[in-house]
């Protein structure tokens, strides 16, 4: 325990990470903080959409919907249809933000019981189009493949969740485009490759590594206090990210309204086929970014133990991190080609919203497995094949 604090107090307890860690405390407060003034107005706007929108929520209401259409095709003549122009232009009249909000979840109703052409082809969505999928992959004597029991999993898991219903969720949404979006990966991934980067590449550069793994404590037990305070230090990052935005995005209006509502409310998460509640998904989230912060922690880990240079493992991580964003971001002719490399590529296993925001299964041994079951299973193996490469890669510099 002694050795693990040593350790810890090198990578994360020196006066330069301090001020780093501070520096990103400042940073995420401001995000979390800016995003929410930029989504609405004041807090007396919040007030009065928190009050317009209380009889407005619940299942799906023709009259509220047209009323809500009436307004929407007002303000997209004079705005355009970009929902981020609209919001921004309207954050200060909480009456057209609810009718926008409203015709919004109109469509998502629509797309619950008839999808909405065209669907992609690997994860169709809408009552009516997987039923006549499923019914058409029947005529062709396929019902007992892969596919078919695929779309039949989906259908049935879309029934008994039910119609989409309308909640005030716009805190809870803003919180989640901050942990489920590509600029989390930069805020969040970018500080924590240079603060890991040192374990064991400044040692290596030093030729200091030699003695000290051949010292009396062994090489396992430092090489472990050394993984021990990379999983301690990323977890304290990512729990600082996680808390300022989470603390600031609702600091200003001090409401959390719509805890309690299904994750379908969260226009992200419409496609979602989890029965998770909104409180929840942010528990879920938090500890799916925690894990997959300490996975990717421990690739840098690996790097380290194998470079001769702080700012060459620095490098190679973020290459590996931009890399993984560059595949994810091209063309979905492109990403279903490459099929797995995407889906447990940094860029998507580590944002919530690809991996809880729809229902992707695998074909596995015969057997349909979740993504969220196979990411889990993926990030495992790259993390114990981390933490083995390091060992191993260390076994052989120790002293005679």
Known sequence: MSLFRFELRKLLLNKKTLLLLMCLLLLYSVVGLTSTMFLIGGNDSYRAYEELT??????????KAAEAEKIYQEISARYGTDARMIARSIKDQPEIILAVNYHAYTERVEEYWNGTPPESIEDPYGIALLQEKIAELERKGKQNTFACRKLSIALKRQKELGEPKFANILLWENLFNNWGENMMQFL????????????????????????????????????????LSILAASTVVVALYLAATFLFGFLPHGSFHGWDAAIQSVPTYARSLFPFKVWQLAAVGAVWLIFTGAVYSLMIGFI?????????????????????????????????????????????????????GGYKVFHVFGMCVSYPVMAVFVMGVIAAAAAFGTYRGQRSRTAA
């Open 54 to 63: 209380a009889g407005w929520e619940g299942p799906f209401d023709s009259k």
């Open 188 to 227: 969040l991934f970018v500080p924590l490759t240079f603060i890991i980067a040192p374990v064991f590449a400044v040692e290596r550069s030093s030729g200091m590594d030699n003695l000290i793994l051949s010292s009396r404590n062994g090489r396992r037990k430092i090489v472990t206090a050394k993984l």
């Open 304 to 356: 380290s133990s194998r470079m001769k240079s702080q700012m060459g493992t620095a490098g190679v991580s973020l290459a590996i991190l931009f890399a993984n964003v560059g595949l994810a971001s091209m063309s979905d002719t492109v990403t279903q080609r490459l099929g797995a490399l995407v889906d447990f590529g940094l860029a998507n296993v580590t944002l919530i919203k690809e991996v809880f």
